[in-house]
T-cell receptor, first 111, second 115 residues
Framework: DAKTTQPPSMDCAEGRAANLPCNHS???????VYWYRQIHSQGPQYIIH???NNETNEMASLIITEDRKSSTLILPHATLRDTAVYYC????????????FGGGTRLMVKP | GAVVSQHPSWVICKSGTSVKIECRSL??????MFWYRQFPKQSLMLMAT?????????EQGVEKDKFLINHASLTLSTLTVTSAHPEDSSFYIC???????????FGSGTRLTIV
């Protein structure tokens, strides 16, 4: 699976949009971009995934650049409960293998 | 949605004892489940892939005789930490998915503390 690069930490004011970047310059054509988050002492939680089109669900939006070498996860109105480590993972959906986690971004939402 | 249940959520054991952690897929069948370990302030590291009806596949550096994995049914995988020592204290998490068109679902994790 392609390697990803994320900033180790970010702060965001409560109620503002949190924009979490991810670089995946070696992504191949059949690899998806997945985002998970892990709140302290819990298992990771699925947020969103996409291949090349932008995606939106009730939790977040995923913006993938046209060349697919980077993406941004957007939490439109961050709350204190969004404080967590956010992981960007790229993988081939048909590979049938596990998810490989990098360091992630520790997002701190502040009042 | 797909739910993975993990039990217990935390356990404290004496050094030298064995501890069993269960991972269940509640509303789907999983021929494959994954076991991860996470030390404080570190990312999740894959330990092994649990395969229903066959032997587990272990990642490099993970002792298969110490971390026994059994996947006897399509909804249950167990991880047994044998002769546990304080260095085995960690957060253990399992994961599975209903099929290739679905995202991975994770259990809530087991905080294992060996004293």
């Amino acid at each position: 699976d392609a390697k990803t690069t994320q900033p180790p930490s970010m702060d965001c004011a409560e109620g503002r949009a949190a924009n979490l970047p991810c670089n995946h310059s070696t992504i191949s054509g059949n690899e998806y971009v997945y985002w998970y988050r892990q709140i302290h002492s819990q298992g990771p939680q699925y947020i969103i995934h996409g291949l090349k089109n932008n995606e939106t669900n009730e939790m977040a939006s995923l913006i993938i650049t046209e060349d697919r070498k980077s993406s941004t996860l957007i939490l439109p109105h961050a709350t204190l409960r969004d404080t967590a480590v956010y992981y960007c993972i790229v993988r081939d959906n048909n590979a049938g293998n596990m998810l490989t986690f990098g360091g992630g971004t520790r997002l701190m939402v502040k009042p | 949605g797909a739910v993975v249940s993990q039990h217990p959520s935390w356990v404290i054991c004496k050094s030298g004892t064995s501890v069993k952690i269960e991972c269940r897929s509640l509303d789907f069948q999983a021929t494959t489940m994954f076991w991860y370990r996470q030390f404080p302030k570190q990312s999740l590291m894959l330990m092994a892939t649990s395969n229903e009806g066959s032997k587990a596949t272990y990642e490099q550096g993970v002792e298969k005789d110490k971390f026994l994995i059994n996947h006897a049914s399509l909804t249950l995988s167990t991880l047994t930490v044998t002769s546990a020592h304080p260095e085995d204290s960690s957060f253990y998490i399992c994961s599975a998915r209903p099929g290739s068109n679905y995202g991975y679902t994770f259990g809530s994790g087991t905080r294992l503390t060996i004293v």
